[in-house]
């Protein structure tokens, strides 16, 4: 008997009529009772013998289905199983991210990824992409400059350009490149190194050059940066995204040729296999590196 046959077979014995169980299996009637003939001429003994409107099982049957009970308990737990994945499979995608990389980023992206017009959901947290998707508040996080982690498994999107921000009445606002050395010169709004991936890796930079990393002012997110540079003055270092979009009159943006660019990660827990929702968002993403 192969699985097809046994389930034909098991829903007989429960239900007693070829009709209902045509009506439950979502096949005819007649074939049915044409399966359940084949099955009994293979078999070599009857099965079932009519009874007015119901079948009997014989005794055979009987034996049948009460060695293969454990096997019918098993594919109703399946079927079971099977409809909370489905209703699983189709709850929002959670996912976290940092301002900069959700606006300069993710989001326009996502319309690439088939979020036009919101057929697909998110649940987007901006935290702390890290801490999210350890603690499981996000199945995927986005981040730059976040270093390998053994409990994480990750794909790195593309290499984004960290940049200087000056006020337009600096004195390197005439400068269209800029070193480390220049900078160090400056008041620094940048990225406690203590809680900030990308504040770790301008540490280094700086430190790797011998200059000391001093912050006038330290900042939590890249957005907050142009703005105190812009009312306080000083420079401050953010990611190319946050400095295409806070590129104004009053700001200038400036090279820095000395200063590696990061990457942008995103990852999720290792070893734990992703819903393919979760799939088809990172697989869109790596597609289009490096699009616009």
């Not at 008997?1 to 009709?19: A, K």
């Not at 400095?243 to 820095?256: D, F, Q, V, Y």
């Amino acid at each position: 008997m192969n699985f097809r046959e046994l389930e034909l077979f098991g829903t007989l014995m429960r239900v007693g009529t070829t009709i209902e169980t045509a009506r439950v299996l979502g096949i005819s009637q007649p074939g049915v009772s044409a399966q359940i003939k084949r099955l009994e001429g293979r078999l070599g003994f009857a099965l079932f013998r009519r009874a007015g409107n119901r079948l009997e099982p014989t005794a055979e049957a009987s034996a049948l289905f009460e060695e293969a009970m454990p096997m019918f308990a098993t594919h109703l737990k399946l079927l079971d199983r099977a409809e909370t994945l489905r209703q699983s499979a189709a709850s929002p995608l959670s996912i976290s991210a940092t301002p900069a990389v959700v606006e300069g980023f993710l989001a326009p992206r996502l319309k690439l990824a088939g979020y036009d017009g919101w057929r697909n959901r998110i649940r987007l947290n901006v935290s702390n992409p890290e801490e999210d998707v350890r603690i499981g508040r996000a199945e995927l996080g986005l981040q730059m400059a976040v270093p390998a982690k053994s409990h994480f498994q990750a794909a790195v999107l593309r290499q984004v350009a960290l940049i200087a921000v000056v006020r337009s009445d600096s004195p390197l606002a005439a400068r269209a490149t800029v070193t480390l050395v220049d900078l160090a010169r400056e008041k620094l709004v940048c990225y406690d190194p203590n809680w900030s991936p990308m504040g770790a890796a301008i540490q280094r930079a700086y430190r790797g050059q011998g200059l000391p990393f001093e912050l006038a002012c330290d900042v939590p997110f890249c957005s907050t940066v142009c703005p105190l540079v812009e009312s306080c003055g000083g420079v401050g270092i953010v990611d190319e995204f946050t400095g295409a979009r806070h590129r104004n009159t009053n700001l200038k943006i400036i090279e820095i040729t000395d200063l590696p660019p990061v990457a942008l990660v995103a990852f999720h827990r290792r070893n734990e296999p992703m819903r393919a929702v979760a799939h088809d968002l990172l697989s869109s993403l790596v597609d289009n590196t490096f699009a616009t």
